[in-house]
């Protein structure tokens, strides 16, 4: 979930809460309270809170959510969620959120660090998975976003990767990796999202403080006033096939229309019902759109905002949506670690997807539809081939979770983006090559192994 930087308060007073302590603790350590060191290996006991407002308080930087099954805690600097209240001794992590052996935690002074039990270590960096021997290598890894990186677009007949970032900056870049231009930089807190106008002369964004802003690409430079009308942060954009309109799905459930010429909303917001708004899709043809959100359900929309289906089938939250081209299907990923394919007319599911062990963040088809790939919370970016419903390749790896994925026009390649504020550019054809490389050795053993 996006912060809003420039509403972030004090703390936020919370009743009391039942929080899991650490097992297998070695013997009583005493805690460390040095705000340069995490508390040391052993001393992951329940203890008072040191931070303004003690144990009746959220730690400074983190917030409480109402979800549909409680409350969840995010720390707004590492963007992590928990089920569990920030407490010291109280174990944060939930399932799959982090490396085997690793938790958790939050110091007294009210840091989050975590605990290795592989090496009896503390550290304030989340511990990294060890990349496979052989696994692909990126061609190039981009750096220079201070924090996460929430969105990713390719623009410009030269394909250039667009970055939108937590540290309230969208950067350009060139395939190589070196930057295009200078930062654009937003008032508006962190930038979730970003999209590119069809004829890649415009692009607009939304931030934390629920306003839109449009962006002249040639300048590098923002157009006129934001557009303002959501009552929480922007959460997923996209520009109509026509250009004539962008919508807009925010937290706050709803979906805003707007003419991207004043700024200014063309018909009624559309209540969802999705709780928050995950990702909202103009059809190919422009008839219609698709939204999705903390529900678990696909809504289809008239261009009108008239509900036409509603698509039931995912177990927990869908996080990301795409077209086919002909407008026949819907691909959609979410949090129950399924990409799945949908009739468009009726919502009939035609195929599930599985092999990732984490929420699926981001999915785009390639430019010939024979592949769809995909980006998730496990760390890793996977290929499919849509003719066998198969993964293609071993999985693409980062060293944190991710959160955005983009393929250009050309489908030459995929750039990768999320926790660890990088972007990972990816060769399409080395990733396929590797597939049929690792297809032929197994069956030169015996057997045809798809991952």
């Not at 949506?321 to 468009?344: E, H, N, P, V």
Request: net charge neutral.
């Amino acid at each position: 979930m996006l912060r809003n930087k420039a509403k972030a308060g004090g703390s936020t007073k919370q009743g009391k809460v039942k929080g899991v302590a650490l097992e297998d603790s070695p013997t009583y350590v005493a805690p460390l309270t040095s705000v340069n060191d995490p508390p040391p290996y052993g001393a992951q006991h329940l203890q008072d809170a040191l931070w303004e407002g003690g144990n009746e308080a959220l730690p400074p930087q983190w917030r409480q959510f109402k979800v549909v099954n409680g409350t969840e805690y995010q720390d707004d600097n590492l963007i992590m969620l928990s089920w569990n209240r920030p407490l010291p001794g109280v174990r944060l992590d939930g399932p799959r959120q982090l490396i085997p052996g690793c938790e958790w935690h939050i110091s007294p002074l009210g840091r989050s660090y975590f605990v290795n039990h592989n090496t009896r270590t503390t550290s304030w960096k989340k511990p990294a998975p060890d990349r496979p021997a052989g696994s692909l290598t990126p061609e190039c890894i981009i750096e220079g976003h201070s924090e996460c990186i929430w969105s990713l677009a390719c623009v410009g007949t030269g394909c250039n990767i667009m970055s939108a970032s937590e540290d309230g900056s969208i950067r350009q870049w060139i395939r190589d990796g070196e930057p295009a231009g200078e930062p654009w930089r937003s008032d508006g807190g962190g930038i979730a999202t970003t999209a590119v106008c069809p004829d890649q002369t415009m692009v607009v964004s939304g931030s934390g403080d629920g306003r839109l802003r449009l962006w002249n690409v040639k300048e590098g430079s923002a157009v006129g006033d934001p557009w303002e009308g959501h009552g929480a942060p922007v959460s997923c954009l996209d520009w109509s096939p026509n250009a004539r309109e962008v919508a807009s799905g925010s937290e706050d459930g709803t979906i805003r229309r707007w003419n991207p010429n004043t700024g200014r909303q063309i018909a009624p917001p559309t209540e969802t019902g999705h709780g928050g708004v995950n990702t909202v899709k103009y059809s190919p043809r422009g008839d219609k759109f698709a939204s999705c959100g903390y529900d678990n359900v696909i809504r289809v929309w008239s261009k009108d905002g008239k509900l036409l289906i509603k698509i039931k089938g995912h177990d927990n939250s869908v996080r990301s949506l795409c077209w086919s081209k002909d407008g026949a299907y819907i691909f959609s990923g979410s949090g129950d670690m399924t990409i799945r394919k949908w009739q468009s007319i009726d919502g009939k599911e035609l195929v599930v997807l599985r092999g990732h062990t984490n929420y699926v963040r981001s999915i785009c088809l390639s430019p010939d539809e024979r592949h769809l790939v995909s980006a998730s919370e496990d760390r890793s970016v996977r290929i499919w081939d849509l003719n066998t419903n198969q993964q293609v390749g071993g999985p693409l790896l980062h060293d944190d979770e991710l959160l955005a994925l983009a393929i250009p026009s050309d489908g030459r390649y995929i750039a990768s983006a999320g926790k660890d504020k990088k972007v990972y550019v990816w060769s399409f054809e080395a990733a396929l090559k590797q597939s049929g490389d690792q297809v032929l050795r197994r069956e030169v053993e015996g057997t045809r192994v798809f991952f």
